[in-house]
Structures are given as C-alpha cells and as structure tokens.
C-alpha cells in the first residue's frame, strides 16, 4: 500500500506499556492523548481530539487503549466527522487487534 494513502490508526492513549506493532497492519498509528491530566477539562480534551482528528475518514481507525473516558471523547469526535467508525480492540483469544466498524447512520437525520 502508498504509504501517502495509509489509513491512520489513532490510538486513543499512547501506553509505553503496550506493544501495540500488530495494530501496524491497519495503517499508520498516531497517539490522541499522551499524559492527560486528572481531573480531566473536558472542553480541553475535546478540542484536542477534536484539531488531532481533523481530518479522520472512514478508512482510518480508532484503537481504545487506555481511559475508556478518552475513548468516548475520541468517539464522539469521530462521530461529529463520519457516520462509520473502525475500531479496534485487542483480542485475547488471538492475541491480535480485532476490527469492529461501528454505524451511527442512523442517528443522523442526513444520512
């Protein structure tokens, strides 16, 4: 693949912790949040999803690691871009991320 028209894979909070190469199949990953601080502002963490997600498509991924609160702020901006979401989780039976696309379609009155 041209790695100009690589998908991203925006990984909700970067852990050093993880090791987070097999999500490399799905595209380019780029960190949301690094190290937010608690307790969270949440306009702040919104428009820092919200200028780091700029231009989220479709093809691109959202990967939920770390604060599920992050995680809804990284879907919510997501939503306000695309009716379509592929997110990705880690599954334990296969030791591999998983691919999950989530529709919200349905929940917009122009789609």
């Given amino acids: 693949m041209n790695k100009i ?3 991203m894979v925006y990984v909700v909070e ?3 912790s993880r090791d987070m190469s097999d999500a490399k199949k799905y595209g380019k990953l780029m960190a949301v949040f690094t190290s937010p601080k608690k307790p969270y502002d949440t306009q702040m963490l919104l428009n820092h999803a919200r200028v780091l997600l700029e231009t989220f498509s479709e093809r691109d ?3 939920f690691i770390g604060d599920p609160m992050l995680g809804a702020v990284c879907m919510s ?3 306000e871009l695309c009716s379509t979401i592929n997110c990705l989780s880690w599954d334990r039976q296969r030791f591999q991320y998983a691919s999950t696309v989530w529709e919200f379609s349905d929940f ?3 789609a």
């Fill in 14 to 16: 970067s852990l050093s």
């Fill in 61 to 63: 991924y959202l990967l």
């Fill in 5 to 7: 028209n690589e998908p």
């Fill in 108 to 110: 917009y009155q122009d």
């Fill in 77 to 79: 901006v997501a939503t």
